[in-house]
């Protein structure tokens, strides 16, 4: 359909998400009361027992000697899946105040680890959270604890920007259930010699999402036996969305081109994303406009925020300077969709983080966004360029400000005669 008449329609499906997520609104004091209570009740002595954990953590402080830990949601045993991040907080319309009240619901239970020579760690702790780490349900452990630890209930500006639950350190582990292991992931573990990328690939093209393999790799649990490593949390996260993104790119590489010039919207808890997808070799770009008064541009005054990196058809040789981690998430969102199509294409990605944006959620939410953006509905231009002056109609900077900060935007000067100045 015409780019005005699809940007009509997504308007109109905004303002009803907004009146949901309101309707949504957790109120935070309210949540960590709550939680106190819950906690007291059960964390008994200095021991938690019967704990369910569906997911592990890895620190960076420290590094190679990290703090690794088993996270709990303290009385939701029943429903401890819900406390993963995962694709499902996107389809159950998560709001960032539902985020806050899930992260600081978890128990961390840590304890200090050097990263390297943990290939044949089954044994104590560390063998307790790769068994976790590797299953494909919550799994009940029993934990003891050095102390009990304390809830503090003065929330601050820092709490906000990172929300996280008490810490206590742990002196044991252990299981108090078989966990279920699926056979694929038992494959990547008896081969030794298989390297982390090729494991990596394997389980994705094998129906495993970024997010169960990004836990397994973190829990150091892939690649040959003397590469195998606790990989800190966060570096995992964007070290798989590399990899399957990599390999993504080199299926489409050869696929045909794109027809027409397609501009594909969605948005997300203050985050608002427009992918322009064009006939071409596959090139891609992320900008992103950060609003003052958004959790990552939190000065008021300070003016809007910009941030670009961009790739060719081999891809990029140098690490992702500017926009880190959405980078990555958001061009997996785009590759799967072109390789789901059978095609290549030229894709621009602009983000727009407003003052919504409070506090954050992670990547997982750019990787969502821009994995739901491509419905059945899109809209369409002539050229690249006049997509991008549809679209520029709808940003927070002007079109020469874009241009000046966007290498794909910038091209269109020379490559583009209809291409309007801004």
């Given at each position: 359909?015409d ?9 109109n ?8 997520a ?6 935070i ?50 429903d ?53 780490a ?56 008896e ?5 982390a ?81 064009a ?14 008064g ?7 005054e ?43 294409a ?19 939410q ?38 000046r900060?966007s ?16």
């Open positions: 359909m780019l005005e008449e699809y940007v009509d329609i997504e308007r499906e905004r303002a009803e998400r907004r009146r949901l309101e309707e949504k609104s957790y109120d004091l309210d949540h960590l009361e709550t939680f106190q209570d819950r906690f007291e009740e059960t964390v008994q002595g200095d021991s938690l027992y019967g704990g369910v954990s569906p997911s592990i953590f890895v620190g960076t402080s420290n590094y190679p000697k990290v703090s690794t830990g088993l996270l709990s949601p303290v009385g939701h045993d029943d401890a899946e819900r406390f993963e991040t995962s694709g499902a907080w996107y389809d159950e319309g998560v709001s960032i105040s539902d985020v806050f009240a899930r992260r600081t619901s978890l128990l961390n239970s840590n304890r200090a680890q050097e990263v390297t020579n943990v290939a044949d760690s089954w044994n104590g702790f560390l063998g307790t959270q790769r068994e976790v590797i299953a494909d349900r919550p799994v009940t452990v029993e934990i003891g604890l050095d102390e009990k630890p304390d809830v503090d209930l003065d929330v601050g500006v820092e709490d906000v920007a990172t929300p996280v639950g008490p810490r206590a350190r742990a002196q044991s582990a252990e299981l108090a259930e078989n966990p279920h292991v699926p056979r694929l992931v038992e494959k990547t573990l081969d030794d010699d298989w390297n990328q090729g494991a990596m690939t394997y389980l994705y093209r094998r129906g495993f999402d970024v997010y169960d393999i990004n836990t397994i790799l973190s829990a150091g649990a892939l690649g040959q036996t003397q590469q195998r490593r606790l990989v800190p949390t966060r570096w995992s996260i964007t070290a798989v969305d590399d990899t399957v993104g990599q390999y993504l790119r080199g299926r489409i590489r050869t696929n045909p081109e794109i027809g027409s010039v397609e501009v594909h919207r969605n948005e997300f808890l203050g985050n608002a994303f427009w992918v322009i997808l006939p071409g070799k596959w090139e891609y770009e992320l900008v992103e406009m950060k609003a003052p958004s959790v990552w541009n939190p000065d008021p300070a003016g809007m925020y910009l941030a670009a990196d961009s790739e060719g058809r081999e891809g990029r040789t140098g690490y992702v300077e500017e926009t880190a981690g959405a980078y990555h998430a958001a061009r997996l969102g785009v590759l799967e969709h072109l390789d789901d199509r059978g095609r290549q030229k894709a621009l990605v602009l983000r727009h983080v407003s003052e919504d944006y409070w506090g954050p959620v992670g990547v997982w750019v990787r969502e966004a821009v994995r739901d953006a491509f419905g059945e509905e899109y809209g369409t231009a002539e050229t690249f360029g006049g997509a991008v002056r549809g679209v520029g109609e709808h940003l927070p900077i002007s079109l020469g400000t874009l241009r900060k290498t794909m935007a910038a091209g269109l000067q020379t490559t583009f005669g209809d291409f309007g100045g801004g």
